[in-house]
């Protein structure tokens, strides 16, 4: 089974939206205070606490547009925050649901079919870990079970790295 790595988002597109840059939709990001859980950071992987304020924004998590790549609605810390490191470890925001669907997507970052499946939480590493090690999937996405919202990434190790691409937003 391959070694699985958990991605965040990317820091120059954090650092583009705390800049003042645009999200995928051209817009400035909002401005909101965290109400509590709920709102986790895609950056450091972290619940964003209650009385924080946070970006809310639309991302779309692909280098360019096509009919799969979603677009939907992320939190960010508003002030920096350091991506999250421990890749191998399941981030603290996916301890927040009892599942998350779990999806593969192929070199030409589409959906691969068949593959989505809501995941509980303690199997996400494995199943993604299964997915991986077939020919046709690239990478997987974490998404919300409940709305679907990009949560991360899953690259198997020694593939080729989610850290710097910028062309996402």
């Known amino acids: 089974m391959p070694t699985i790595a958990f991605a965040a988002m990317p820091t120059a597109d954090a650092e583009m939206l705390w800049s003042g840059g645009a999200d995928a ?12 859980p709920g709102h ?7 619940n964003i606490n209650d009385g ?22 992320i939190f960010l810390h508003k002030t920096p925050c350091r991506r999250y490191e ?21 070199k030409n970052d589409r959906i691969v ?5 809501v995941t509980a939480t303690d199997d996400i590493a494995v199943y993604a870990a299964s997915l991986l090690e077939r020919p ?27 850290a710097d ?3 996402f937003i």
């Open 25 to 36: 939709y051209g817009h400035q990001p909002e401005t909101m205070i965290s109400d509590g």
């Open 40 to 46: 986790p950071c895609r950056h450091c992987l972290r």
């Open 52 to 73: 924080e304020e946070l970006l809310v924004f639309a991302y779309r998590p692909f280098p360019e547009l096509q009919p799969y790549a979603e677009t939907g609605p």
């Open 86 to 106: 421990a890749e191998e470890i399941l981030p603290p925001v996916l301890t927040t649901s009892k599942d998350f669907i779990v999806r593969g997507y192929g």
């Open 113 to 117: 079919y068949g593959t989505g499946a």
């Open 136 to 162: 046709d999937i690239a990478y997987v996405h974490v998404r919300s079970a409940r709305n679907n919202c990009y949560q991360c990434r899953i690259d198997k190790v020694g593939a080729p790295a989610y």
């Open 165 to 167: 691409a910028s062309a």
